[in-house]
Antibody, heavy 121, light 105 residues
Framework: QVTLRESGPALVKPTQTLTLTCTFS??????????VGWVRQPPGKALEWLAV???????TYNTSLRTRLTVSQDPSKNQVVLTVTRVDPADTGTYFC?????????????WGQGTLVTVSS | DIQMTQSPSTLSASVGDRVTITCRAS??????LAWYQQKPGKAPKLLIY???SLENGVPSRFSGSGSGTEFTLTISSLQPDDFATYYC????????FGPGTKVDI
């Protein structure tokens, strides 16, 4: 059974760095073709893709946010970590991690429940 | 970057209605398009991938079609559980989601 779960702070101050962790089970990120990505959703708005890390540790980022994003994996812990630097109230929203199993790019077949992050002083 | 649009943005329908949502890409994504359903406070759920392939466990009243730059999601007979927001997503070149179509009563 594939599951993903996001964790991290609910409240972050502007200009700080946000660190989110995706802990997954039911698959191995070391398996060929496997990837884990991050998608966010501001309140009442559409989904926005952020970053993906592949089974071979190749990383891709949303062009408009790439200078502020870093994604990494810890295979021993079945975790993927996303950091967002210099956060702003516009970064407020629900952050989801999701799996792709057909290579990169592919579609997201399993999603975590999401974690709500508010950026406010 | 590839841009995605959806129409309509909101759709009012009744149980039993046939519903069609259109998704357009700014350039060809070939068949690399997925559809997701999202309910309030929940994660998106994959419905359709590769434009027309039904994900395991998704009811057959959902179908997808199209290629290139224009795609449609059709719900053949709307059920109470189908009132939600629907997003298309291209995965030909990185990832882009559409703005969503809310299906309500």
């Amino acid at each position: 059974q594939v599951t993903l779960r996001e964790s991290g702070p609910a409240l972050v101050k502007p200009t700080q760095t946000l660190t989110l962790t995706c802990t997954f089970s039911g698959f191995s990120l070391s398996a060929t073709g496997m990837s884990v990505g991050w998608v966010r959703q501001p309140p009442g708005k559409a989904l926005e893709w952020l970053a993906v890390v592949d089974w071979d540790d190749y990383k891709t980022y949303n062009t408009s946010l790439r200078t502020r994003l870093t994604v990494s994996q810890d295979p021993s812990k079945n975790q993927v970590v996303l950091t967002v630097t210099r956060v702003d109230p516009a970064d407020t929203g629900t952050y989801f991690c999701a799996r792709m199993s057909g290579g990169n790019p592919w579609y997201f077949d399993y999603w975590g429940q999401g974690t709500l992050v508010t950026v406010s002083s | 970057d590839i841009q995605m649009t959806q129409s309509p943005s909101t759709l009012s329908a009744s149980v039993g209605d046939r519903v069609t949502i259109t998704c357009r890409a700014s350039q060809s994504v070939h068949g690399w398009l997925a559809w997701y359903q999202q309910k309030p406070g929940k994660a998106p759920k994959l419905l359709i991938y590769k434009a027309s392939s039904l994900e395991n466990g998704v009811p057959s009243r959902f179908s997808g079609s199209g290629s290139g730059t224009e795609f449609t999601l059709t719900i053949s007979s709307l059920q109470p559980d189908d009132f939600a927001t629907y997003y298309c997503q291209q995965y030909h070149s990185f990832f882009t989601f559409g703005p969503g179509t809310k299906v309500d009563i």
